[in-house]
Nanobody, 124 residues
Framework: QLQLVESGGGLVQPGGSLRLSCAAS????????IGWFRQAPGKEREGVSC????????NYADSVKGRFTISRDNAKNMVYLQMNGLKPEDTAVYYC?????????????????WGRGTQVTVSS
């Protein structure tokens, strides 16, 4: 079973940057595609970005294209989300999630394993 733990959230001013980390553990964790999702208060959870098990394929939501970059280091069992040009509307709890085969999907229901989330707040 895949276990996921997020870290790196915090308070940042508009235009600032944060790097979120997702630590993966469990049997053959590097065989899993990983996605980043977020949920703002009163809103549904939405997909932000995802990456294939080897890191060769990625997908982004239109709202973050050109600002966020997903990457992974399988030697360290880590997946990262570099967030630049942050906006107040990026404020949310961010979750990483895993699925067995990469499809580019950013649908919540496509992912089987979830972390507990890390809060990102963008405010002046």
């Amino acid at each position: 079973q895949l276990q996921l733990v997020e870290s790196g959230g915090g308070l940042v001013q508009p235009g600032g940057s944060l790097r979120l980390s997702c630590a993966a553990s469990g049997f053959t964790s590097d065989y899993y595609a990983i996605g980043w999702f977020r949920q703002a208060p009163g809103k549904e959870r939405e997909g932000v970005s995802c990456i294939s098990s080897a890191g060769g394929s990625t997908n982004y939501a239109d709202s973050v294209k050109g600002r966020f970059t997903i990457s992974r280091d399988n030697a360290k069992n880590m997946v990262y989300l570099q967030m630049n040009g942050l906006k107040p509307e990026d404020t949310a709890v961010y979750y990483c999630a895993g699925k067995r085969y990469y499809s580019g999907s950013l649908q919540v229901g496509a992912y089987s394993y979830w972390g507990r989330g890390t809060q990102v707040t963008v405010s002046s």
